[in-house]
């Protein structure tokens, strides 16, 4: 396997430099756009052992997935995502390197995509789903309206325009509730940002929380406030067909609440929601990867909270457990039979080690407010965590250079991100 070192970067003319050429190097099977995302890292390892050819794309060097033995070309856009001059150099990309499958992974990107999508389909073919169940996935009022139709739980809430109209849903809904954004990524004139739902305990928390998320117009959903189990199924479908199912269930999450998942364990499919979740998949014919997100009530009934349309930041566990997501995506978007999975190993646990420090702290700091677990708890399950069989994020002993990028890598070492994540300064 032949690694390549350089950093391809552009200059202010959008050139590629380093960059292979299309007439003398062959062409990479595919281009794994949001290097930095743990899922970006998994679908380098995935497809790079297989023997497909990978490259990477990020806007900033020294992440994980570009130290893996399996990537074989890095790219760092000067620009960020989701800006006119990304999608420039994107493209200069795939016309000097080329790749047959583009594969994405935040909702940034995913945006982006979106809006010029019949421009770069002339060059690439892009796993993800069509409109309009794309459009219906990453909005939440309209996923739940079509879930409610088909028979799935929605939390009790309502929909708040303005700081108005929060008294009225505080007497609806009750206190402590959840202040969600219907999409999680707000375009912006430059640049767009993810914004995340907030718990708030008091008139004053929620009618700052909705002012926030309600700056530049939009809605919020104001929810019940759930504490029971957090599941997230994943689907594969195409064609009218479930190729693959996986489930999970997240033990810890950072933040504690709305936060990604970081240490998790894979489950049978629950029988409660798993043909309703796969309804609602085909009622939308959301094709590709999917992650249908529930949460249960305290009594245990389960409650949809949303669908992603891209992969996990958690799908390690399941290529773990033998549901290789990112292959699936591979060999759907170049058109290739795709392989049928029968069957997962349950009972396996994952822990993103750095995100369960950080949780950990969370739940110390946050320790008074609703559905944190106490102190003790966290402290106990943290260290007894170390004596029970779990399989880490980044960790593989053939491919350790990510875990080491990981740890060092731009600016943020290991006891930088340690101190981050013990004073709650923002994500590691
Ligand atoms: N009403 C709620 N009650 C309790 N927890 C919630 C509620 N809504 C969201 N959450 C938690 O926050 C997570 C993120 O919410 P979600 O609806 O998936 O939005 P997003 O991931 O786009 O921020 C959920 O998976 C769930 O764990
Ligand atoms: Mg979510």
């Not at 945006?111 to 770069?120: G, I, P, T």
């Not at 007497?171 to 004139?189: D, H, N, T, Y």
């Not at 930041?313 to 049928?340: M, T």
Request: proline share 5%; net charge neutral; aromatic share 10%.
């Amino acid at each position: 396997m032949r690694k390549i070192d350089d950093v391809s970067v552009i200059d202010d003319a959008f050139m590629v430099q380093d960059a292979p050429s299309a007439r003398h190097e062959p062409r990479y099977d595919v281009l794994v756009l949001d290097a930095r995302a743990r899922q970006s890292l998994v679908t380098v390892r995935s497809l790079g052992m297989r023997g497909y050819k990978v490259a990477a794309l990020e806007t900033f060097d020294g992440v994980p997935a570009f130290s893996s033995r399996w990537c074989q070309q890095k790219f760092v856009s000067p620009t960020d995502e989701g800006t006119e001059e990304y999608l420039t150099y994107l493209e200069r990309v795939l016309d000097t390197c080329g790749a047959h499958v583009l594969i994405t992974a935040s909702d940034g990107t995913i945006e982006l995509l979106r809006q010029y999508r019949e421009r770069l389909e002339r060059r690439v073919s892009i796993a993800l789903a069509q409109e309009p169940g794309l459009d219906i996935a990453v909005d939440k009022e309209q996923t739940l309206a079509i879930a409610r139709k088909l028979g799935l739980l929605i939390p009790r809430g309502m929909s708040v325009r303005d700081v108005s109209e929060v008294a009225t849903a505080v007497q609806e809904i009750g206190l402590p509730a959840v202040v969600k954004p219907v999409e999680s990524w707000i375009a912006g004139q430059q640049q767009g940002r993810r914004v995340a739902c907030q718990l708030v305990t008091t008139l004053a928390e929620a009618s700052r929380a909705v002012e926030e998320l309600t700056y530049g117009g939009g809605s919020v959903l104001f929810q019940q406030f759930l504490t029971g189990r957090r599941e997230a199924l994943s689907f594969f479908y195409a064609n009218g067909e479930i190729y693959a199912r996986f489930a999970q269930w997240a033990k810890h999450t950072d933040p504690p609440l709305g936060g990604t998942s970081v240490l998790r364990q894979s489950i049978a499919i629950p029988q409660d929601v798993g043909e309703l979740a796969e309804n609602l998949i085909r009622a939308i014919n959301l094709e590709g990867y999917s992650e249908v997100e529930f949460r249960r009530d305290s009594a245990g009934t389960p409650y949809l909270m949303e669908i992603n349309p891209r992969l996990s930041a958690s799908v390690e566990i399941a290529v773990r457990a033998g549901v290789d997501f990112p292959l699936l995506l591979y060999q759907w978007a170049k058109g290739e039979p795709i392989d049928k999975v029968e069957g997962y190993r349950t009972g396996l646990w994952m822990r993103y080690l750095w995100g369960d420090i950080s949780a950990t702290a969370a739940s110390l700091r946050e320790r008074a407010r609703p559905g944190v677990i106490p102190p003790w708890q966290a402290i106990f399950d943290f260290c007894r965590f170390f004596f029970v069989p779990v399989k880490y994020d980044y960790l593989d002993w053939h491919d350790l250079s990510p875990i080491w990028a990981a740890l060092v890598g731009r600016g943020r070492g290991g006891l930088k991100r340690l101190q981050d994540a013990l004073l709650g300064r923002g994500r590691v």
